[in-house]
């Protein structure tokens, strides 16, 4: 049963977390993707999102930084109805990297950054040395500080993940929603992406990604919320959550899971029809 492989968070998480969803559904049309669901994301930690291909793990990211307004139910940032914040008050809080995120041509990796200064000007507020420091310490943060004036249409894939993440930094939030950060990288670039949000983590930021790999996803997360067909199926650490049953009940997948080897978390070795020794 469903209800076997739920790991209770810690006592207290709902009324500490930042960011909440309550009761929520969501849909396209007339299509519904989520339905009444209850989340709280932990406070100071690592939190990535799994399941299966259309299960709704991106709806229910965008739905969490207000990209989608839920048909019921409410998303509560720092005790408010999201849905009630004006859209510069949510980006001083959260910064959000969606997927595949794309620069005007010839921009340059300083002037996107500073992109994410736009919340905190109006027309009392210029730019100003302070923003200029923000933005100066988001690149610095990011390793790309020397690419500054460079054009991010120029970039290798891991070094644009890196400059948008910098962006997101220079809101000033601690809040970061990262909608697969690591798609279209190769594995030695997404490690290196996911090592620079552990970095971010480290330095003070809470950070609610959407991983495929599921590997990288129990290596590098501290709470695993793993989705299926709208729902949550499990919620907890990867030591606790990760299971041959959760992975043939979620996934359909055939797996073991044993200890990782470099690391102090479970590693999902994937059983095929073929080149597969069992004895």
């Known amino acids: 049963m469903v209800a076997q492989y739920i790991t209770e968070i810690e006592s207290g998480v709902a009324d500490a977390s930042r960011l909440t969803a309550k009761g929520v559904s969501v849909g396209y049309g007339a299509r519904t993707v989520i339905d009444d669901l209850d989340v709280a994301i932990p406070p100071g930690v690592i939190t990535t999102i799994i399941g299966p291909n259309g299960c709704g793990k991106s709806t229910l990211l965008r739905t969490l930084s207000r990209l989608l307004k839920p048909t019921k139910g409410s998303v509560v940032l720092d005790g408010d109805d999201i849905a009630k914040l004006r859209t510069k008050d949510v980006a001083k809080k959260l910064g959000l990297l969606p997927q595949a995120p794309v620069a005007p041509e010839g921009l340059t990796v300083s002037d996107l950054v500073a992109r994410g200064r736009h919340p905190h000007q109006s027309w009392l507020r210029q730019w100003s040395s302070d923003d200029a420091a923000v933005v100066e310490r988001a690149l610095a943060m990011t390793g790309v500080a020397d690419l500054a004036d460079r ?94 049953e959760l992975l043939e009940e979620a996934f359909g997948l055939r797996a073991k899971v044993i200890d990782d080897p470099v690391g102090n978390r479970p590693l999902i070795v994937p059983i095929g029809r073929t080149h597969v020794s069992l004895d």
């Open 151 to 244: 054009p991010v249409d120029s970039l290798s894939g891991g070094q644009r993940q890196r400059v948008w993440i910098s962006m997101t930094l220079a809101q000033g939030t601690d809040l970061l929603l990262l909608d697969e950060p690591t798609t279209y990288l190769d594995l030695a670039h997404a490690v290196d992406v996911l090592d620079l949000v552990d970095d971010l983590h480290e330095s003070g930021c809470a950070v609610v990604m959407v991983l495929h790999d599921l590997n990288l996803a129990t290596r590098y997360s501290d709470n695993l919320i793993v989705m299926r067909e709208g729902s949550i199926l499990a919620q907890g650490h990867p030591r606790d959550v990760m299971t041959a």
